[in-house]
């Protein structure tokens, strides 16, 4: 079993910061993409930042300059640190990783949190 945790969302002023979380746990044994999607309600689920194992980072326009990834790769752990935050950066967060469960796979797996609710208020 392999489970992402994320926590660290909540309710914030416009301009203010937050700093997302997310823990990969259980049977893994390499990643290689780790990153966070968000979806306001009624939009799809988009990409806002993805870094890979060693530390190539791509972010979605909107949030270039305010949001930075970073990933503890010993830890299985990515974060997100949010700056500046405006109130169409509402949505919920989820967690995602690419990985392999065991050496013998021949390819990864996509893996989910369960989200967390950022709201920035005006």
């Known amino acids: 079993q392999v489970q992402l945790v994320e926590s660290g969302g909540g309710l914030v002023e416009a301009g203010g910061s937050l700093r997302l979380s997310c823990v990969a746990s259980?049977?893994?044994?390499?990643?290689?993409?780790m990153g966070w999607y968000r979806q306001a309600p009624g939009s799809q689920r988009d990409l806002v930042a993805t870094?890979?194992?060693?530390?190539?980072?791509k972010y979605v326009d909107s949030v270039k300059g305010r949001f930075a990834i970073s990933r503890d790769n010993a830890k299985n752990t990515v974060y997100l640190q949010m700056n500046s935050l405006k109130p169409e950066d509402t949505a919920v967060y989820y967690c995602?990783?690419?990985?392999?469960?065991?050496?013998?796979?021949?390819?990864?797996?996509?893996?989910w949190g369960q989200g967390t609710q950022v709201t920035v208020s005006s």
């Open positions: 995602y990783a690419a990985l392999k469960r065991a050496y013998w796979y021949l390819s990864e797996s996509d893996y």
């Open positions: 259980g049977s893994i044994f390499s990643i290689s993409t």
């Open positions: 870094v890979t194992s060693v530390g190539t980072t």
